[in-house]
């Protein structure tokens, strides 16, 4: 049994959770397993018959008011009783900050094999490997889970398209299954989510943007980045590294904790491409690396490169868009 | 407050990677190393604190015997003194691995806090923290942009996703992982790094050791997606093509 774990906030599904059923069917299909997808929270009946429209085994409502809001403690017992019962072989989750959360805790305390950020699925002789990117994108490691089952699985936001997710010829079945969960033993106490400030400039309706990484260098030099935005009609926008230390506001950030963007131009300066940033921009139609590393992993998305100086090559660039 | 924040040594920004004879590894021995840069953070983070309520940092690291060099680094920019969990089979060890040897070691320091790097910049599993908190039973918060510890009650800001954030409140001892960019980083002073000479690193070897949970049975450069093209020639030649073909090709800038 393949269990699909979903992610839902205030009765509303986290995306994230259609690529997770996309990556469970390619699992499926070299294990043969059945999917079933668990739905842990309060009030999650509409979340899951959403979902029941995937083509999957069944749909179970794992409820409980311990549940709402999120804490590690109460997901974690509520999960554990679930996998348990249901008698997984794998355990697969969206790699979110929730994910991140509990999911780790969820695996020790199983004792079982966790493999998070997974990018991809291939058969390796007889056991199933999961593909990751290791040393920030750098290398890719094929890993095969040890140990007893379930093995616990995150996928990296966007390795898997929301829209491969197969769907049924009829909605799946849906029941609920209840679990005892301690709410005194929750140690956790998170108040309601809110918002920084409000996001004044918003990334994701630009059609151009100029983004600066570490290769900048100081903050004075932002302001040649800002020269070509300018010159090409762009927003400024960075990469986490640098919102970080005040050089460019944090709302003008893109990644996974900051804005997701799809621009028509995407023009990287000084920019490595960790897979958080790579996250939040790979949307984009057209991408330009301009980098003095040739080996950076901003060069796997971009589709015009320039290996070099970007000091030389910006001022260049403004000159020949005036041209 | 008696917190411990634990960091590791990673390869450094600029190392170009290369792997070992049977793939499945990198070659160590041609990498420079760095303080991985969350942990850096969390570094911080426990010294404002004992800036601000007194009591000791203890640097715990779980690596080989070149692992000596960023903890020297953490007793100059401030901490009182280290452990070492020293084993040359831990430069690639799992999340399970790591926090088992670093949760043997620290079981009996009963620590207030244990702060550490929201993930690695090497392996980047993002679970150390969290099962180091279960494994000593500890609750615990993740991806954290602000402390606020009084006495025994801890409130903390957690990063959620798309700019959103949300407090958290749990009893102490607690585990938390920091988010880079919580804080600006202090640099050792000499007098610093002269004081850190003279402060205690306790070795420890591993005691019962974890299995581990994961094998990598092939490590290799990535697959490139697309096709790049690279525009080669002088800054002046490649910002003109560059901009011919935005113009022409992508028809993207007017």
Partial sequence: MILVIAEQRDGKLNRATWETIAAAQQLAAATSGPITVVVPGAGVQTVAKELAAAEVKEVVTVENPALEPYTPDGFTAALQAAITELAATHVLLPHTYQTRDFAPKLAARMDRALLTDVTGIRSAGADTAFVRPMFQGKLTADVVPQGPAPHFVTFQIGAYRADQAAKGASP?????????????????????????????????????????????????????????????GAEIAASRPICDAGWLPMERQVGSSGQTVAPKLYLALGISGAIQHLVGMKGASTIVAINKDPDAPIFEVADYGIVGDLFEIVPAIIEAVKQ | MKIAVCIKQVPTREWQPRLNDTRTWIRDQDASFE??????????????????????????????????????????????????????????????????????AMKDE????????????????AQVGVVLAERLGRPHATIIMEVQADGSN???????????FQWVAMPMPAVLTIQSGINQLRYATLKGIMAAKKKEIRKVVPSAAVAPTQKIVSLYVPEKGKKTQIIGGSAAEAAKELVRKLRDEARVIS
Wanted: glycine residues 6%.
């Fill in chain 2, 35 to 104: 303080m991985n840069e969350p942990d850096a953070y969390a570094l911080e983070e426990s010294l404002r604190l004992k800036e601000k309520h007194g009591g000791e940092v203890v640097v715990c690291s779980a690596g080989p015997a070149r692992v000596a060099q960023v903890i020297r680094e953490a007793l100059a920019r401030g901490a009182d003194r280290a452990i070492h969990v020293e084993d040359e089979a831990l430069a690639s060890a799992d999340a399970f691995v790591t926090s088992g040897a670093l949760a043997a």
């Fill in chain 2, 154 to 164: 801890l409130r903390v800001k957690r990063e959620l996703e798309g700019g959103w």
């Fill in chain 2, 110 to 125: 009963q620590f207030d806090l244990v702060l550490t790097g929201l993930q690695s910049d090497d392996q980047g599993f």
């Fill in chain 1, 172 to 232: 799946a079945p849906m029941r609920a299954l209840t679990v005892a969960v301690d709410a005194a033993a929750i140690r956790e106490k998170p108040e309601p989510p809110f918002q920084q400030a409000k996001q004044a400039v918003d990334l994701s309706q630009a059609e151009r943007i100029v983004s600066v990484g570490r290769g900048i260098k100081e903050q004075a030099n932002i302001a040649l980045a800002q020269k070509l935005a300018e010159a090409l």
